[in-house]
């Protein structure tokens, strides 16, 4: 079935540090890509999405491209801050009926001053 | 233009009673999906609703039910409460329109306490 799998966290990182979180896909045919963040005590945000192969999504600084040939969407950013820290999911979506979104298991940042 | 609300935001409840949380949707959305989301890990599909039906659900047990309003608006009733049932409950609304890529937005979420 479809799924998603990001990079184990917990990850820490000083402020300007680069950062990149790891996600892979596995689905049959296109789906679209999400990246999700979830604040402490919070719902879920959208922070950026792509719909189809070689899209860049971006937002607040971060990117990320949507890879069919390695199915991935790696979550980029060049210079972390403190207000980054947050947990980060990686999903897809899909279309059984209802339009799903399959999420990974979340990775959690926290970033030092 | 409103987000998606919910309520209530926390839900202490014991083992075997039932439960209803409710979502209002983001104005302009004609579709609700809810997800449950338990400590340390990603959200999990539950249901969706669609023009009042039902039009898709994930592995969940029919003592997760649902209804949807002529409003939009939703509920999700939780029969004979197991202490595994303990989560976080996301409402998200999106606007079905070509059935790809619809962003689906997300409210605060109901943390519901089993014991």
């Known amino acids: 079935g479809d799924s998603v799998t990001q990079m184990e966290g917990p990850v820490t990182l000083s402020e300007e540090a680069f950062l990149t979180i790891n996600c892979t896909y596995t689905a049959t045919g296109y789906p679209s890509l999400f990246w999700y963040v979830q604040y402490p005590g919070e719902g879920l945000q959208l922070l950026l999405k792509?719909?189809?192969?070689?899209d860049k999504g971006s937002n607040k600084g971060f990117e990320a491209t949507y890879r069919k040939e390695t199915t991935s969407f790696h979550l980029e950013k060049g210079s972390v801050q403190v207000s980054d820290s947050a947990v980060y999911f990686c999903?897809?979506?899909?279309?059984?009926?209802?339009?799903?979104?399959?999420f990974g298991q979340g990775t959690r940042l926290t970033i030092n001053p | 233009e409103t987000g998606v609300t919910q309520s209530p935001t926390h839900l202490i409840k014991t083992r075997g009673q039932q439960v209803t949380l409710r979502c209002s949707s983001q104005?302009?959305?004609?579709?609700v999906s809810w997800y449950q989301q338990a400590l340390g890990q990603g959200p999990q599909f539950i249901f969706q609703?669609?023009?009042?039906?039902?039009?898709g659900r994930g592995n969940f047990p029919p003592r997760f039910s649902g209804l949807q309003f002529p409003n939009y608006s939703s509920e999700l009733n939780v029969n004979a409460l197991e202490l595994d049932d303990s989560a976080l409950y996301l409402c998200?609304?999106?606007?079905?329109?070509?059935?790809?890529?619809?962003?689906?937005?997300f409210g605060p979420g109901t943390r519901l306490l089993v014991l």
């Open positions: 999903a897809l979506s899909v279309v059984e009926g209802a339009q799903k979104l399959v």
């Open positions: 998200a609304s999106s606007s079905i329109m070509t059935g790809f890529g619809e962003t689906q937005y």
């Open positions: 609703y669609y023009r009042e039906e039902e039009n």
């Open positions: 792509a719909t189809k192969a070689d």
């Open positions: 104005s302009g959305h004609n579709t």
